[in-house]
């Protein structure tokens, strides 16, 4: 449709094609105004109307109470590595961090820039992050455990939430936000940079519980405090206008077209099975996590004929898909199967797969 | 064209309808790569072309030696705000800081809420920021001199830079960015959200002296260290590549259509002048800066019949024009007429102007 890719990239992500005709047939004129979302005041009625739908949306999608807020925070999940330790952990306090790939890693990190207290509980770093660690001692004084959902490098994801003893969860879900339906009363806060299940990189989107927004000392810097996103709801500067336009549409399209969460989980594991399906039939590919641990989101895999992966990577690219090739920092493929990736496009890839497999075996 | 309003927003703004158009039209297939740019790998040699050609324009444009870096960094202006005094006012050293209205404010604030040192060395406070001071009493051991160039909301401009004795400055130039040349040799960094002349909201332009690198603490989180889109290449994770493209097309325009911000500012003069002049001819309109201290960017005025403005805001929606009505915080009305406003727009308004005063008389 249109020559569209078959778009695997890990993220920056394909969105669904029909949110991208709806945004490029109001890119001029947005419903009539004369104006491109991207020109318009973010305080007009026009934009707030978009930004209190994506935040609704978001709301409904995953059955939030009033306990919760949804801001939209500037700067990807990154920042939020930053800003997490900076409003929740507080002098002498301490948190506890799950160390389940390079984004945990890069979490812990700008944890211990801070100096602030952090205990890493279980980390699958032994075995090059390949698997999501069952074994924990975690602190009953801990602030908050730290996890990260879907691990996109290695292409692991937790598929249940460790038990915590009643300690709140903070997740970044940056790679597998709004894919499946999330048991919220275990969180404090979950946080996802837009950029792979929501819309175009720029900003994150944070659901917050109330009671954390207490947690918060005063004096952070404007910018850097989670309780000015909920004072000024997301307000206080401008907010990156465009992406949230975006994330209001991918939001109607996950209720509208896709059914929900629940549906879209269904579809989600429908498109994985397929894909580690090929993956498995025989050790011409090697899927590289522990099969429990897989992610639905990102799967990531070897050529038991290591030589013959760059072969692969071009052939697929002149085959019509983008994005196959590994993270630079582990190589290898990766086949990146977000929500709006389509089942038809996860059936093309498996057919390449297996006529590769044919003609290299 | 296109049904396009005579957009007078402050920002978010307008941007030249051609630069819009040629987004609409990759918007689905990116030069015939088959996905969006908002879709695309920001590693890949697509995006990474794109973002080389955003600051390869920049630095041409401003005439940038290899002594500045070009950045791009998350979070619009109000984040700079925070960060300026993290990375380069260390203990026991002071910054000064003139206050020319809301904006300078907001930047001092942010100085205050991390205890460093700050001396505000000229404020326009006393007569509602609706001048430039001239009158300044630098520190001679003073970081840097931090001005904020044009003044949105009360539209005031510096139109010579301030004598500071060698001291760099630093400037917010988030709403005259690329309206002018800027002798580039008395700033140690120059900054400005992108979503008033440059492109969508969602990231700021950095232009950063390289010895003032030198001056950033190590134990920033990384995030908030200048230093760390200066090695990465802005680049750590990912940039807002969306408005990044915006910002390559935008300058790739201020260069090839527009001819170089020298003639950009020409124009930009002629615009001003011709809107001053309808508000000058008589006393129907008032405008609130000093007329020596006009802004270019952001012209501001009032009915002398108060009474009349929701009037003349509300005919002026009737008539196909966008975002004249003032700042919330000073009423009023304004006319922001950033570089993609045309000429012919600033015409058709000059008229209405002309109209509506005939009527209204």
């Not at 979950?190 to 207490?214: C, H, W």
């Not at 990102?298 to 692969?312: D, H, I, K, W």
């Amino acid at each position: 449709m249109n020559n569209r890719i078959h778009n695997f990239s890990a993220g920056p992500s394909t969105l669904p094609t029909s949110v991208v005709q709806e945004m490029q047939e109001n890119l001029l004129s947005y419903q009539g105004s004369g104006m491109s979302v991207m020109e318009m005041s973010h305080r007009g009625d026009l934009f707030m109307e978009i930004i209190e739908e994506a935040r609704t949306r978001i709301r409904r999608l995953y059955g939030l109470s009033d306990a919760y807020d949804v801001l939209f925070v500037h700067g990807g999940a990154s920042l939020q590595f930053a800003m997490v330790p900076m409003n929740f952990i507080g002098e002498g306090e301490s948190a506890d961090y799950i160390e389940t790939g390079t984004w945990s890693t890069k979490a812990i990190t700008e944890v211990r820039i801070q100096n602030k207290g952090v205990r890493v509980v279980a980390s699958s770093g032994d075995r090059e992050f390949t698997y999501i660690p069952e074994a924990f001692d975690f602190s009953p004084e801990a602030r908050f455990v730290h996890i990260t959902t879907n691990n996109t490098i290695r292409g692991t994801q937790w598929h249940a939430l460790p038990e915590t003893d009643g300690v709140p969860l903070i997740a970044d879900m940056s790679s597998d936000i709004l894919s499946r339906p999330v048991d919220m009363d275990r969180f404090g806060m979950i946080y996802g940079g837009a950029q792979k299940n929501m819309g175009p990189s720029g900003t994150a989107v944070v659901i917050l519980r109330k009671d954390f927004v207490e947690r918060i000392p005063q004096a952070l810097p404007t910018m850097l405090s989670y309780r000015t996103y909920v004072e000024k709801e997301s307000m206080f500067n401008t907010p990156a206008t465009f992406p949230i336009y975006a994330i209001s549409l991918v939001t109607k399209w996950l209720e509208e077209t896709m059914g929900g969460l629940a549906a879209m989980e269904a579809v989600n594991r429908r498109k994985a099975s397929k894909l580690y399906g090929v993956i498995d039939e025989d050790d011409f590919y090697e899927g590289t996590a522990e099969k429990n641990d897989r992610s639905l989101m990102n799967a990531t895999f070897r050529l038991r004929q290591r030589e013959l992966e760059p072969v692969f990577v071009k052939q697929s690219l002149e085959a019509g898909f983008a994005g196959l090739k590994g993270h630079k920092s582990v190589g290898g493929l990766r086949a990146s199967i977000y929500n709006a990736v389509s089942e038809a496009s996860v059936d093309v890839l498996c057919d390449f797969m297996d006529a590769f497999r044919r003609k290299h075996r």
